[in-house]
């Protein structure tokens, strides 16, 4: 390969990371490990207000794209004290910025939680999560820290006073945080009032300047009718999104119907048990306004999807413009017969390379790229397919 195709490949990883610096929207979800690559295709298509993203754990999703922000999850203490976590968090992407910890230590291991005691958390936390947030010099990458996060109830605040008492036993420092986490379940009131309750906890002289921010990693009405909890959606949304002192909120769940948790009802599930947008989905992802609407699917969203121009540059003799679009895996679609007709109708000639970037996870073959036909766009191109994902694959041969 040419020199200059390194370069080029160099300047196309320097504006794919440009994309995913900063938040859009506060929008968030929760990602089940075990959802249908076509339901996470929500997460990444070109309409979604969706820009970060969990699950539960330090493993990102490989069917969602970098430009949604991963947060990694510590579980419980295994996870903390894991000898390969600074080197399992040093690989994740630069977007990634803010690790959550402990999830419900309030609350057993069968029903989700971590099942930690106050003391034994504290102890971890400095031990483990505090040298996370200030680098050391075998992991030089800093870390945003929240406190652990406790299920919405007074069984959560009074570990939360345990815990931070433990913490200043141990240390005179105590557990510093750079944000907080938070679960609720239930009504809009119930909500307001619990995120009171923990500013009240967290910010006690509710200085503007050294205010914690939350982000609520998980919400839902339990055990409703889905009107009710359409409204419930819509009053929170509405609110979350008004408040400054909340960054990110995130809809408990991002699954099907028939995978729905038994304690919050199938009402909270963003997906039928056929794939489809339920009510629920449609709403959190902006409805109609965005393109969303009950009933549609994962394919849909990408066959109605045209490219979107990223940019264009001029690298010495070279010009290129890069295009990004997500392409449905749907039974008969092409993706090579599409994106051609897509380019010849862009009228794209004059440039030497026509780079498009794709979500990471479609199924096109172990290369996971496409050189397709030279000759389209000018007399001398190479058109290069690129999958923008985690890794970086080989481009073709210039």
């Keep these: 390969m040419r020199k200059s195709a390194y370069l080029f ?51 990102p999703s490989n069917t969602v794209n970098n430009s949604v922000a ?46 930690i005691s106050p003391e034994d958390a504290a102890e971890a936390y400095i031990q483990y999560i505090v040298p996370l947030r200030e680098g050391s010099s075998d992991s030089p990458r800093t870390w945003n820290i929240s406190h652990p996060v406790v299920t919405g109830s007074g069984q959560g605040i009074e570990w939360l006073k345990r815990f931070n008492e433990s913490c200043h036993d141990l240390s005179p420092d105590g557990c510093p945080a750079d944000f907080v986490a938070v679960h609720y379940y239930g009504d809009f009131p119930g909500l307001a009032a619990w995120i009171g309750t923990l500013d009240d906890f967290y910010n006690p002289s509710n200085s503007s300047e050294n205010r914690l921010r939350f982000w609520i990693t998980e919400m839902a009405l339990p055990q409703k009718e889905v009107d009710s909890t359409v409204a419930m959606l819509n009053q929170s949304m509405t609110y979350l999104d008004g408040l400054d002192l909340v960054e990110g909120y995130a809809w408990f769940g991002a699954f099907r119907t028939d995978n729905a948790n038994e304690w919050t009802g ?32 994962g394919g849909s969203i990408a066959a109605q999807e045209t490219a979107a121009r990223l940019g264009s540059e001029q690298l010495g003799s070279y010009n290129f413009i890069v295009y990004q679009r997500c392409l449905s895996t749907e039974s008969g679609y092409s993706p090579q017969e599409d994106v051609e007709q897509r380019a010849l109708k862009s009228g794209l000639q004059g440039f030497d390379f026509l780079v498009l970037s794709i979500n990471p996870g479609v199924a096109l073959g172990e290369s996971r790229f496409i050189a397709l036909k030279p000759g389209l766009y000018s007399q001398k191109p190479s058109i290069v397919f690129i999958d923008a994902g985690l890794h970086q694959p080989e481009p073709a041969v210039l």
Aim: proline share 5%; charged share 20%; net charge negative.
């Design 9 to 59: 490949l160099g300047v196309l990883v320097t504006l794919a990371l440009a994309q995913i610096t900063s938040l859009a929207s506060k929008q968030g979800l929760a990602v089940h490990g075990d959802a249908p690559d076509s339901d996470n295709e929500f997460l990444s298509s070109q309409n979604s207000p969706i820009s970060w993203y969990y699950t539960w754990s330090p493993w």
């Design 70 to 115: 991963f947060l990694p999850l510590l579980h419980g203490l295994d996870a903390a004290s894991d000898d390969e976590l600074k080197s399992l968090l040093g690989r994740l992407p630069a977007s990634s910025t803010h690790l959550l910890t402990f999830n419900e230590p309030d609350h057993d291991i069968p029903s989700g939680g971590s099942d």
């Design 266 to 297: 199938d009402s909270v599930s963003m997906f039928d048990e056929d794939g489809g947008l339920t009510e629920v989905g449609a709403t959190f992802l902006g409805g109609e306004a965005n393109g969303f609407e009950k009933g549609m699917k």
